[in-house]
């Protein structure tokens, strides 16, 4: 070869190798992949129906929704636009399709209100509001849809969905039994028609009594659940509430029975507490019967599962005391040994990833052994979870990638 076309080779190889050290590496890929809301409302509630279809709610009245798993997301009519739905807060929303959802408002007293809607949001019925105004303050909701059978007020075969609504400790009008004025925290059943007219909230349980300054936190619709028919777990300052409603044996009268999981939380303010739990599906021990004698007070009958419970200060966002805590299948929590990376208000388990996500203010965190470690992800700014998507302040929508989850 002669030699200066040698020399040439040569230095082409050595501008390659210099544009090669001086290109920048590829990005590392990102866990939540950024969409565009359309909206820069701050957003406190997600529900993802199947990856495709997802509904999001926040200040301002706003309602959005997806069909194509967040390419698009569309801006839905104002619940009450024409009066006053542009001042409500909307912390929680469910879904079951691309047309039928609920959506809560949390505010004082009558600004707390469930509004429904059957034809994509085009339109909204009011179909309850806070009983208790000017007190009390709806702080979560859960729902299930179901066919109506014969003996229901509607025609057989209808679709109703049944729920229940947690508030915040208050005096309660519409409560079951009216001799006491102690504080109680709000939690009813309600009935809402999808294809029959019938919608209907049931009075309030009225001995779910507060602690001093105890309540709820509104910060992403997931501070209650309902496990079954009469099975209620509800997380609320630094406990953890199971209520069981059923019948007594032998004697099946109707009864209720209580038991407190203390979270080892150390309540330091009125900002700080429990803001989120989740249980593991298929992990919760079923209600047990209610018996009347041989009941040991002293050591009541507390339900196992595998809990996560996170929280913190949310004035304090970048404080790790206190964020998390987990049962790993007991009933018993213990905090965690590595905490998230700062106050956290939504979490829960991805069945599909095997592993805990939780996410708050200053970002979010994954767990892999059921909640005793955790590993940061990202630093951005959020409020609740419904994987694959995430939402905070400012319209921020996300979606998870889950190529981009760190390596244990």
Request: charged fraction near 15%; include cysteine.
């Amino acid at each position: 070869m002669p030699v200066m076309q040698v020399i040439r080779l040569s230095l082409l190889f050595v501008f390659a190798s210099i544009a090669a050290a001086q290109s920048p590496a590829p990005p590392e890929p990102q866990f939540w992949q950024m969409q565009d809301s359309g909206t820069t409302a701050g957003l406190r509630g997600i529900d993802s129906v199947d990856g495709a279809v997802a509904w999001a709610s926040g200040t301002g009245g706003t309602v959005l929704k997806t069909i194509d798993g967040g390419m698009h997301w569309q801006k839905c009519a104002v619940p009450d636009g024409t009066t006053d739905g542009a001042t409500l807060d909307f912390r929680g929303v469910q879904a079951w399709d691309a047309d039928t959802a609920i959506v809560m408002a949390s505010g004082p007293g009558e600004k707390s209100r469930l509004y429904k809607t059957t034809d994509g949001c085009r339109t909204w019925k009011l179909v309850f509001t806070n009983p208790d105004s000017p007190g009390g303050f709806w702080d979560a909701f859960v729902a299930h849809a179901k066919e109506t059978g014969s003996g229901d007020a509607c025609i057989a075969g209808s679709r109703v969905v049944t729920g229940t609504i947690l508030g915040d400790p208050a005096v309660h009008k519409s409560n079951q039994w009216d001799t006491t004025k102690l504080l109680s925290f709000y939690l009813a059943n309600f009935e809402v028609g999808i294809t029959c007219p019938k919608d209907e909230l049931s009075p309030s349980e009225s001995s779910i009594f507060a602690l001093p300054a105890e309540a709820a936190f509104a910060a992403s619709n997931s501070v209650l659940e309902r496990l079954g028919p009469g099975s209620y777990w509800m997380a609320v300052g630094t406990r953890l509430i199971q209520l069981n409603v059923g019948l007594t044996v032998p004697s099946h009268f109707a009864a209720w029975s209580y038991c407190d999981i203390s979270i080892p939380f150390s309540q330091h303010s009125a900002s700080a507490g429990v803001f989120s739990f989740a249980i593991r599906p298929g992990s919760s021990e079923p209600p047990k019967a209610i018996k009347i004698g041989g009941f040991d007070w002293k050591t009541p009958s507390c339900l196992k599962a595998d809990m996560v419970v996170v929280g913190g200060d949310y004035s304090a966002i970048n404080d790790q005391r206190d964020t998390s805590a987990f049962t790993g299948g007991t009933n018993k929590f213990q905090v965690a040994q590595t905490p998230p990376h700062g106050y956290r208000s939504s979490v829960q388990w991805s069945e599909i990833l095997k592993l805990w996500i939780t996410a708050g203010t200053n970002g979010s965190d994954v767990s892999r052994d059921d909640g005793k470690t955790w590993q940061p992800l990202d630093n951005g700014n959020w409020n609740a979870l419904s994987l694959p998507f995430v939402v905070g302040p400012n319209g921020r929508i996300a979606r998870l990638n889950p190529a981009a989850i760190p390596k244990p």
